[in-house]
């Protein structure tokens, strides 16, 4: 069935965290000349990024993750490894890895985890958005120096989407893992799972990678089987959301149960289980009787099972 023309003008993807990038990528454009001319540019700002951690300078109370290039050069960040996000209405935006371990930085500037950022809320969702991009992106860059066909050096190039072998002229260019997340549901329940490392009485969804040579339904139902022992009848896509952790995009889906007892994989995860309705929304208000919740609102997860529970 064709569904473009009933579908909301706000796609759910828009609200869940790291979704909010205003940059203009510009990708046509890019070329070897590309990071020079940004950096040459008077408004040119700067993340700066280091050890799963981004520099914060603080600001009026808040926190600024942007840098012109003189401070990105005193906090010696790696001006040598930039790459360009892109362009805001401000000017470009560009991103470094940073130069010093958290310890030695100044007094004003803090070395924050991204997952601090993001579940606290200390910078703006475009700004969240930017650094997404900048994570997952140097990431990328810091595993790849090598020619995955010669071995011999690779250097960056076109603002840092791409990387060239200095030997064989190979091509490299980033990359993005998918991964599927699913909630499996009846009318009137739904499955979630607690994986080992999560926090104290939190249920999510259930989530895997796909894989090479798999459509992203094939996946939920494979994944879901595994998990859980479910078989899938029909799976619909939801949303998705950048995970810059280091560079994955999180695809989450709706999948129909076609039975409903479980068969976990308990090496995976440390239970597993039917939710009511009722009981889902108690999680939702964070009024449930035994202190269960779900993951919080910047999650794709949150806002699948909040999607179906709501429904
Ligand atoms: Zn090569």
Redesign the pocket.
């Known amino acids: 069935m064709f569904r473009l023309f009933d579908a909301p003008e706000r796609e759910p993807s828009q609200f869940v965290g790291f979704a909010g990038n205003r940059i203009d990528r510009q990708a046509e454009s890019r070329d070897g000349n590309s990071i020079g001319a940004a950096l040459a540019h008077p408004a040119a700002r700067l993340l700066i990024l280091r050890d799963g951690r981004a520099h914060l300078k603080l600001a009026d109370g808040g926190f600024d993750p942007y840098f012109d290039l003189a401070e990105a050069e005193t906090l010696r960040a790696r001006v040598d490894q930039v790459v360009l996000l892109g362009f805001s209405d401000s000017g470009p935006v560009l991103a470094a890895p940073g130069g010093l371990p958290a310890e030695q930085l100044p007094e004003s500037i803090k070395a924050i985890d991204y997952r601090s950022i993001y579940t606290q809320g200390l910078v703006d969702p475009s700004a969240l958005g930017a650094l997404a991009q900048a994570a997952s992106l140097l990431a990328w860059h810091a595993t790849h120096r090598?020619?995955?066909?010669?071995?011999?050096n690779?250097e960056s190039s076109d603002g840092g989407y791409k990387r060239v072998?200095?030997?064989?002229?190979?091509g490299h260019f980033p990359r993005t893992d998918p991964v599927a997340i699913m909630l499996t549901v009846t009318q009137e329940k739904c499955l979630m799972g607690r994986g080992r490392h999560f926090a104290p009485g939190m249920y999510s969804a259930l989530a895997g990678f796909i894989e090479p040579g798999e459509t992203i339904e094939a996946a939920v139902r494979r994944e879901t089987f595994e998990e859980a022992g479910i078989r899938l009848g029909r799976v619909v896509y939801h949303a998705s959301q950048p995970w810059p952790f280091p560079h994955t995009l999180m695809i989450g889906c709706f999948g129909e149960a076609l039975n409903e007892d479980i068969h976990p994989d308990t090496w995976e995860l440390e239970d597993c289980r039917w939710f009511s309705r009722a009981e889902v929304l108690d999680m939702l208000a964070g009024s449930h009787a035994g202190g269960l919740c779900v993951p919080p609102s910047g999650a794709i997860a949150h806002h699948l099972i909040r999607a179906w529970a709501e429904s």
């Open positions: 090598f020619c995955g066909r010669c071995g011999h690779t072998c200095l030997n064989c002229n190979a």
